[in-house]
């Protein structure tokens, strides 16, 4: 049996988006922070990718606009269980701040550090083709300050605490290492359709 769109009211799994255990949070989007959050003048902000790189680089506010831009649309997946479904953001590809900076051959996970010391940790591969970004629009306007403006990490094919609010620098490394949530029991991965919430999972 089909189902035509808008028939039903609240649609629980619209086209089987949602991953196992997630419900569509609809028009809202919470805002889930561990600590305060900044007030971070755009042009007091930068970057830097360092750590196993052969070129280890910073970007300012500036420096970041001159890259060519890219978007994501499409779907998040928080671990509390909200989905957000058809967001859309604006900013870099993680791509292009890789290749400037020139991860080394033994570079395989990169710790996501935060202004305010939230960290997280993932695998190289996770940030390399085309799937993170860089981000400060949402829904074409600035990236408001509780979701991480002025620029926060975007990893939407992983839960969405591997997106650091307030992104600060991206440390390469050869070996893994916990980052905030993750040495308080979350997945070192965290990839939502396989359900890794919890180390162990
Ligand atoms: N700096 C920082 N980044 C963070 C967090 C945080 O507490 N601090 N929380 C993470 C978690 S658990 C989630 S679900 C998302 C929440 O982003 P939002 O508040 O924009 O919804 O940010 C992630 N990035
Ligand atoms: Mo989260």
């Not at 978007?71 to 509390?80: A, E, F, K, N, P």
Request: charged share 20%; net charge negative; hydrophobic share 35%.
């Amino acid at each position: 049996m089909s189902v035509t769109r808008g028939f039903v009211g609240r649609r629980r799994n619209p086209e089987g988006r949602l991953p196992p255990g997630q419900y569509d949070t609809g028009a809202s989007w919470p805002v889930l922070t561990a600590e305060a959050t900044p007030r971070i003048d755009p042009e007091r902000w930068s970057v830097t990718v360092d750590g196993l790189v052969e070129q280890p680089t910073t970007w300012t506010w500036d420096q970041l606009h001159e890259l060519p831009r890219s978007s994501y649309v499409g779907d998040i997946h928080c671990v509390t269980t909200w989905s957000k479904l058809d967001v859309a953001f604006r900013g870099v590809s993680v791509d292009l701040l890789l290749e400037a900076a020139r991860p080394t051959g033994d570079a395989a996970y990169v710790m996501a550090h935060a202004s305010t010391g939230y960290t997280t940790n993932l695998p190289l591969s996770d940030l390399v083709d085309g799937k993170a970004w860089l981000v400060w629009e949402y829904g074409g306007e600035p990236l408001p300050q509780d979701h991480g403006g002025p620029v926060r990490l975007l990893v939407p094919h992983l839960y969405f605490w591997k997106s650091a609010k307030w992104v600060s620098r991206l440390e390469v490394m050869a070996h893994d290492r916990p980052g905030f949530w993750e040495q308080n029991g979350y997945h070192d991965r965290g990839d939502p359709w396989l359900e890794q919430r919890y180390q162990g999972d």
